[in-house]
């Protein structure tokens, strides 16, 4: 009377299922060489990017070694130069500071303690790069480690002799190493204005 939808019985049900499958429904295969791609590149995304990385070695002694070590010894007396003029400005504070003399001791021995770090860390380069690399890792961690725990004696030492305004100082010194690194540039260029009037 209605219209009654009839709803398939357990006979119409295995027989549907007996039924081979449709073409649009059978799984498709893949082509091999789809496969292989997106394997290798997945395996390009995930691969290291240095590990391909080609090294232009120079040689020992050569000129063009003589002048990248020259523009090396540049790049470093440009930092402690920049470390030296910014713990320079760093003794404005002694306006605001107190006590004055305190900070501003604080601030002579960050200046020294950065000093030491730019030289301890130029040496350590000096020294990685005539090692094999992995041996290299480990020297630089080492030497890194030594530069963290210079920093914290000395900012606990100057802290516990002179008291916290001086240890303030202090580290504001240490930390105008990377300061000094954005001012590298603008260093370099004084430096060769300065060589040219000589």
Request: aromatic fraction near 6%; include cysteine; glycine fraction near 6%.
């Amino acid at each position: 009377m209605f219209g009654r939808k009839k709803l398939p019985g357990l006979r119409q049900m295995l027989h549907e299922m007996a039924q081979p499958p449709e073409p649009d429904d059978e799984p498709k295969l893949r082509d091999p060489e789809d496969i292989d791609r997106e394997i290798a590149e997945e395996e390009a995304e995930t691969k290291d990017p240095d590990e391909d990385l080609v090294v232009d070695p120079i040689a020992e002694g050569s000129e063009r070694a003589e002048e990248e070590l020259r523009e090396a010894e540049a790049v470093y007396r440009d930092l402690i130069t920049g470390c030296i003029f910014l713990c320079a400005v760093l003794l404005l504070g002694m306006l605001v500071a107190r006590p004055a003399l305190r900070y501003a001791a604080g601030v002579a021995i960050g200046c020294g303690v950065a000093v030491y770090l730019l030289v301890h860390m130029y040496r350590s380069i000096g020294w990685e790069l005539s090692m094999e690399p992995e041996q290299a890792m480990r020297y630089s961690r080492k030497r890194t480690v030594i530069r963290y725990v210079v920093v914290l004696l000395a900012a606990v030492a100057v802290m516990l002799g002179l008291g916290k305004t001086a240890g303030v100082g202090c580290l504001l010194a240490i930390l105008t190493i990377k300061p000094a690194a954005y001012l590298q540039p603008f260093t370099a260029k004084i430096r060769r204005k300065m060589n040219l009037r000589r």
